[in-house]
């Protein structure tokens, strides 16, 4: 009889490791690897002409789509300051004639 309690013991503290582990997934992990998908599609979505917030809070307009990690923003009213960076450092991107799309 005492193994059987035992082997209940055990089995009912392998289902609570798998529930806490599930519900680890589904509140950490899960929420995480949806931000970064939208994060990619926000980058890959890039085209000159958009303006863009980067992570650093500068605001500014894609100017040029070097490659496929690198862009060229430019900042300010001078047209003097063009400043190449990577698609990952943008945050926000706001399309010409449309609204924000937010991370």
């Excluded at 193994?3 to 055990?10: A, D, P, R, T």
């Excluded at 490791?17 to 890039?46: C, N, T, W």
């Excluded at 809070?57 to 070097?66: K, S």
Aim: charged share 25%; glycine share 6%.
């Amino acid at each position: 009889m005492e193994e059987k309690e035992q082997m209940q013991s055990q089995f009912s503290m392998i289902l609570w490791l798998i529930i806490v582990f599930g519900g680890m997934y589904f509140l950490l992990i899960r929420p995480q690897k949806k931000k970064d998908q939208q994060m990619k599609e926000l980058a890959a979505s890039l085209e000159v002409g958009d303006s863009v917030l980067t992570i650093s809070g500068f605001y500014g307009v894609v100017v040029d789509v070097v490659d496929d990690k690198t862009i060229v923003v430019e900042f300010g009213n001078d047209k003097h300051c063009r400043i190449p960076m990577e698609r990952a450092a943008i945050s926000q991107v706001e399309k010409p004639n449309q609204g924000t799309k937010e991370d």
